[in-house]
């Protein structure tokens, strides 16, 4: 009798698994059709069984529409980039789903525990992945966040039972052990971590991974729930307009770029005096940066016909070319379109030492992109905010920011363009393109004086250049970035000292 209903349980477990597999299988294809992207992280205990969850999760999917990817170790690419770089490049394209081994959040729960991180970087930790996990799920991606739970015991039972056999006694270390003897001290820690970023947007769900079927049955039911609302909240989203609030009529037409001295002007022989100097102490601390593992972003905006390539081009002309990027930005292509708006930059960050240089960036969301309607106002709206936090994610990370209006007047702008028209070499500058947008000069103006106001922040100012000289905003944005270095290197050199 007692067989017999063992066999009935197990025969029952093996049903409600098709099922919710089956289950599972249509909305992926669902997801897919609406363009929706997926996000499940696992996190746990060692030896809950994150992996043969995983597997057992996947067999349900459709192997083209999804990727594994393991978050509990760094590689040297990995380790010399910003820790939530890593992720954000791996974020999935609209329609598909990413799966991880091991979250971001293991960055204050077992990177606290093994490192004893301080105070002030678990805070700014735990800022960056709070509003990490804000940008992906405003944009619409469902992340489904699990947390699989052992007791003590049992946990110590699966280290012997892996140790028990040469083929897996290598995934045991010695760091799995001490966690085991201070489990309640991780367990607590585990347990801050879950209610300290535990939101509506990005639930956690805790799993009992003690019964591997029960545990395999409760991650399918709670991942296929949030596909299942995601679907239901993108179909009333369609039924219901949006509301977009109206703009404070004229509040940024008379903002910072009506209060710049654009008489500011420099001769030739100051220009060339000084492009020497400064070209040769760019150069050396180029060195200094590359030694200290000092990562630099440097983001250049402005009117057509500012100056930026000029700049740009004098700027990197004595650097060692193995250590820096131009990144130009032009329309996405249909792969960028596909994901957040934000991951094509990150895919461009540079590593530890190295000097990244964008030739126009992600403020076109706040620009071209709203000015065009590329965007709806609720999305132009809340980038603010999430460039502020990529931005500020970077600086914690070791990073320079430092972003450059170049600034000119209408009338410099019209001259500027006239002479390219006129010069046969430099004709390929000029297009119908630009004449169109210097129809819009005013829409620019104020939306520009927004995007100063709203992000130029103590991490990463904005630098207004005045541009009607060219030689004098040369100048002023080669000082200003060498000061910077100047300042990152010293503070680098004082920290080290202090630990030595």
Same mark, same amino acid.
């Given at each position: 009798?007692?067989?017999?209903?063992?066999?009935?349980?197990?025969?029952?477990?093996?049903?409600?698994?098709?099922?919710?597999?089956?289950?599972?299988?249509?909305?992926?294809?669902?997801?897919?059709?609406?363009?929706?992207?997926?996000?499940?992280?696992?996190?746990?205990?060692?030896?809950?069984?994150?992996?043969?969850?995983?597997?057992?999760?996947?067999?349900?999917?459709?192997?083209?529409?999804?990727?594994?990817?393991?978050?509990? +170790?760094?590689?040297?690419? $990995? #380790?010399?980039?910003?820790?939530? %770089? @890593?992720?954000?490049?791996?974020?999935? !394209? &609209?329609? *598909?789903?990413?799966?991880?081994?091991?979250?971001?959040?293991?960055?204050?729960?077992?990177?606290?525990?093994?490192?004893?991180?301080?105070?002030?970087?678990?805070?700014?930790?735990?800022?960056?992945?709070?509003?990490?996990?804000?940008?992906?799920?405003?944009?619409?991606?469902?992340?489904?966040?699990?947390?699989?739970?052992?007791?003590?015991?049992?946990?110590?039972? +699966?280290?012997?039972?892996? $140790? #028990?056999?040469?083929?897996?006694? %290598? @995934?045991?270390?010695?760091?799995?052990? !001490? &966690?085991? *003897?201070?489990?309640?001290?991780?367990?607590?820690?585990?347990?801050?971590?879950?209610?300290?970023?535990?939101?509506?947007?990005?639930?956690?769900?805790?799993?009992?991974?003690?019964?591997?079927?029960?545990?395999?049955?409760?991650?399918?039911?709670?991942?296929?729930?949030?596909?299942?609302?995601?679907?239901?909240?993108?179909?009333?989203?369609?039924?219901?307009?949006?509301?977009?609030?109206?703009?404070?009529?004229?509040?940024?037409?008379?903002?910072?770029?009506?209060?710049?001295?654009? !008489?500011?002007?420099?001769?030739?022989?100051?220009?060339?005096?000084?492009?020497?100097?400064?070209?040769?102490?760019?150069?050396?601390?180029?060195?200094?940066?590359?030694?200290?593992?000092?990562?630099?972003?440097?983001?250049?905006?402005?009117?057509?016909?500012?100056?930026?390539?000029?700049?740009?081009?004098?700027?990197?002309?004595?650097?060692?070319?193995?250590?820096?990027?131009?990144?130009?930005?032009?329309?996405?292509?249909?792969?960028?379109?596909?994901?957040?708006?934000?991951?094509?930059?990150?895919?461009?960050?540079?590593?530890?030492?190295?000097?990244?240089?964008?030739?126009?960036?992600?403020?076109?969301?706040?620009?071209?992109?709203?000015?065009?309607?590329?965007?709806?106002?609720?999305?132009?709206?809340?980038?603010?905010?999430?460039?502020?936090?990529?931005?500020?994610?970077?600086?914690?990370?070791?990073?320079?920011?430092?972003?450059?209006?170049?600034?000119?007047?209408?009338?410099?702008?019209?001259?500027?363009?006239?002479?390219?028209?006129?010069?046969?070499?430099?004709?390929?500058?000029?297009?119908?393109?630009?004449?169109?947008?210097?129809?819009?000069?005013?829409?620019?103006?104020?939306?520009?004086?927004?995007?100063?106001?709203?992000?130029?922040?103590?991490?990463?100012?904005?630098?207004?250049?005045?541009?009607?000289?060219?030689?004098?905003?040369?100048?002023?944005?080669?000082?200003?970035?060498?000061?910077?270095?100047?300042?990152?290197?010293?503070?680098?050199?004082?920290?080290?000292?202090?630990?030595?």
């Amino acid at each position: 009798m007692q067989e017999e209903k063992k066999k009935s349980r197990k025969e029952g477990d093996k049903a409600r698994l098709a099922a919710a597999a089956a289950r599972l299988g249509v909305l992926q294809r669902r997801l897919k059709d609406e363009k929706i992207p997926v996000i499940i992280t696992f996190d746990g205990f060692d030896a809950a069984g994150k992996g043969l969850q995983i597997s057992r999760l996947i067999q349900a999917l459709d192997p083209r529409g999804f990727d594994v990817y393991t978050g509990d +170790r760094d590689g040297e690419e $990995e #380790a010399m980039h910003p820790f939530l %770089w @890593r992720f954000a490049i791996r974020c999935p !394209e &609209r329609g *598909r789903i990413a799966i991880f081994d091991t979250s971001w959040n293991r960055r204050i729960f077992a990177d606290r525990f093994d490192r004893d991180l301080g105070k002030r970087e678990t805070e700014e930790s735990l800022s960056d992945i709070r509003a990490f996990e804000k940008q992906l799920t405003d944009d619409g991606t469902v992340l489904v966040r699990l947390f699989l739970e052992i007791s003590e015991k049992e946990q110590r039972k +699966r280290f012997k039972k892996l $140790e #028990a056999s040469a083929d897996t006694a %290598w @995934r045991v270390t010695e760091a799995d052990w !001490e &966690r085991n *003897r201070r489990y309640k001290k991780y367990a607590r820690i585990t347990k801050e971590m879950i209610d300290a970023t535990n939101v509506p947007w990005a639930p956690w769900t805790v799993i009992d991974a003690a019964h591997k079927e029960k545990a395999a049955l409760a991650i399918m039911e709670v991942v296929s729930s949030a596909m299942e609302a995601a679907l239901e909240k993108k179909a009333a989203g369609r039924e219901t307009p949006r509301f977009e609030p109206p703009l404070p009529p004229d509040k940024y037409k008379k903002g910072i770029l009506s209060h710049v001295d654009l !008489e500011k002007t420099m001769d030739r022989e100051e220009y060339r005096k000084k492009l020497d100097q400064l070209q040769k102490r760019l150069e050396r601390l180029h060195g200094d940066l590359y030694r200290y593992r000092i990562p630099v972003v440097l983001g250049f905006e402005g009117w057509d016909a500012a100056g930026k390539g000029g700049v740009i081009r004098r700027l990197t002309s004595h650097l060692d070319p193995r250590g820096y990027q131009v990144c130009p930005t032009a329309s996405p292509s249909s792969t960028e379109k596909a994901h957040h708006y934000l991951w094509r930059f990150w895919t461009r960050f540079p590593k530890d030492g190295h000097i990244a240089v964008f030739d126009r960036t992600w403020y076109g969301r706040v620009m071209v992109e709203r000015i065009e309607g590329f965007c709806t106002e609720e999305e132009w709206h809340r980038a603010y905010q999430e460039i502020n936090d990529m931005e500020t994610h970077l600086v914690h990370s070791g990073a320079v920011v430092l972003k450059f209006w170049l600034h000119i007047d209408k009338d410099e702008q019209e001259r500027r363009f006239n002479d390219r028209m006129k010069n046969p070499e430099k004709q390929w500058k000029i297009t119908d393109e630009d004449w169109r947008n210097r129809e819009k000069w005013d829409q620019y103006e104020e939306v520009v004086n927004e995007m100063l106001e709203k992000t130029s922040t103590e991490d990463a100012p904005w630098i207004v250049v005045e541009g009607n000289s060219k030689y004098y905003a040369r100048i002023k944005v080669m000082e200003t970035v060498a000061d910077a270095l100047e300042k990152k290197i010293k503070e680098v050199e004082k920290a080290k000292k202090k630990h030595e």
